[in-house]
């Protein structure tokens, strides 16, 4: 334990962060240090009956009466997670920020669907942006052209927490490493202490607020949707978690169990390997985690009051300037074993649509889907309920490159999947159908011409189409 003693000191000289920061991170490795880790016991494991992941179709309807409906929205709150970088996509700044369809981006579109609700039904659902300190400063002036809506928009920042050098367990900016690499956001678990130690609980429990609907802010699908409140709010459920089944594209997706008489969120990271094939099977462990999350206000507030929230720990390791270092983090989703009543929603994959690369972009602004009242919709012209699947080349991961090799996006009701690599160029008005593969060969630029239908082919030249 000396190793911890010597970061308290260490620590306590860090004139960065506050004292609840200081006292979190400490909590967090003294936990990382114990050991405390969870043991799963394979054959504990059980399948959650239909009362502790409850069948969306299940639920009852929402009131048809406006003024109930008013009652329940004012009772919720909507926060985002806004702490990641768009850098996987090419772009500086939050992520919430890529344009995603009409010129609108992922916070437009929030702000959009908000204002409706407030408007439609006189009630006052804020909005909530959890940032972190990397994306806190231009959040802000984005934040300010919202100003005239008909929305409060609150922000408030994660923890910052120092990276651990991991050859003598002292924080990074202790080694003169005082720029933003010397720090990290400590993931998602972290919302319920920031989010009470940021004052905000507090004054949304003041308003007469219950319930709030966390998702991560790229998560297009991720909207308010009232019979999950309403059905939260008859039940007294102090958590709610969002789950939907399974496709084999989501094979690594945490997914809800019933263990000890507790629900609670397998990870992937928790398994053994020895049943690491059997947890990806969609046999078995049918669903998975959407990170779409309701949770009771009140019940946060105890909990995080309660210090109880001991979400397991994911080591992060990362190498910063040549120096290898840890990061310790949490997951929202873990704490759902926590919360009384706590229970899961089988939703429909619609409430899950992701934005986490440009293939996702491809599909999100193609035929495929259409907007209304900022809600992205998909289009009922296409008969299969997946979507195709699409892997573009290194070319492509660029939002700018990916923009600039596409004249229009093509259509794609009738693709069921899209294979592309190399310098590949496509024209307007491109229809692509089936299974379709196009590689340029190494150094050869290859344009798909303006109208072109491509059916079920293998493309490799422009003698192929």
């Keep these: 334990m000396e190793k911890l003693e010597s970061l308290k000191s260490a620590v306590a000289s860090l004139s960065e962060i506050s004292e609840n920061e200081k006292n979190g991170f400490l909590n967090l490795v003294s936990r990382y240090l114990s050991g405390e880790a969870q043991h799963i016991e394979w054959s504990k494991i059980q399948t959650p009956t239909d009362e502790v992941v409850v069948p969306y179709d299940t639920l009852s309807p929402s009131p048809v009466d406006p003024a109930e409906t008013k009652k329940l929205l ?27 369809r009409n010129g609108l981006t992922f916070l437009d579109l929030i702000v959009i669907q908000i204002e409706n609700l407030n408007s439609k039904y006189g009630c006052n659902v804020p909005l909530v942006l959890m940032n972190s300190f990397n994306t806190h ?3 802000l002036k984005i934040v300010d052209k919202y100003s005239n809506s008909n929305i409060e928009i609150h ?25 933003k690499e010397g720090w990290y956001p400590p993931g998602h678990g972290d919302v319920f202490p920031s989010l009470m130690n940021s004052g905000k609980l507090d004054a949304f429990l003041s308003q007469g607020k219950e319930y709030v609907f966390v998702a991560n802010s790229d998560n297009l699908g991720a909207i308010v949707d009232l019979k999950i409140l309403n059905h939260l709010i008859q039940n007294k459920n102090g958590y709610c978690m969002e789950v939907t089944p399974k496709t084999l594209a989501d094979v690594k997706g945490g997914t809800l169990i019933s263990y000890e008489g507790k629900v609670q969120l397998l990870e992937i990271a928790q398994v053994p390997d020895e049943h690491v094939n059997e947890f ?9 985690n959407t990170n779409n999350l309701w949770v009771n206000l009140s019940a946060i507030k105890r909990l995080v009051e309660a210090d109880a929230l001991k979400m397991e720990i994911i080591p992060n390791p990362k190498e910063v300037n040549g120096i290898k270092v840890l990061q310790l983090e949490t997951a929202s ?41 900022g809600f992205v919709i998909r289009n009922n012209a296409r008969a299969n309920p997946t979507n195709p699947s699409i892997e573009l080349g290194p070319e492509f991961k660029k939002v700018g490159n990916f923009l600039s090799r596409f004249k ?15 310098d590949v160029w496509f024209g307007a008005g491109i229809v692509l159908k089936g299974k379709v593969t196009i590689a340029a060969k ?8 303006d109208g072109a239908v491509i059916e079920n082919k293998e493309i490799n030249g422009p003698e192929d189409i």
């Design 333 to 373: 989703g873990a704490a759902i074993k926590f919360f009384d009543h706590a229970i899961g929603i089988n939703v429909p994959r619609s409430r899950f649509l992701p934005v986490k690369a440009t293939s996702d972009l491809l599909l999100v602004q193609s035929d495929l889907y259409t907007l209304v009242d």
């Design 74 to 100: 004012d009772k919720l709150v909507v926060l985002k997670l806004n702490g990641g970088l768009g850098t996987t996509m090419g772009c500086t700044g939050p992520k919430s920020v890529i344009e995603v």
């Design 155 to 179: 922000t408030f920042n994660q923890s910052q927490y120092p990276r651990l050098v991991v050859e003598d367990f002292a924080p990074l900016p202790s080694k003169g490493q005082h720029g």
């Design 408 to 422: 229009s996006i093509p259509s794609i009701i009738e693709l069921d999947s899209l294979k592309v690599t190399g």
């Design 137 to 139: 400063d231009e959040t």
């Design 280 to 288: 990806k099977s969609i046999e078995k462990f049918k669903i998975f």
């Design 442 to 449: 190494p150094g050869v630029k290859l344009e798909i011409p």
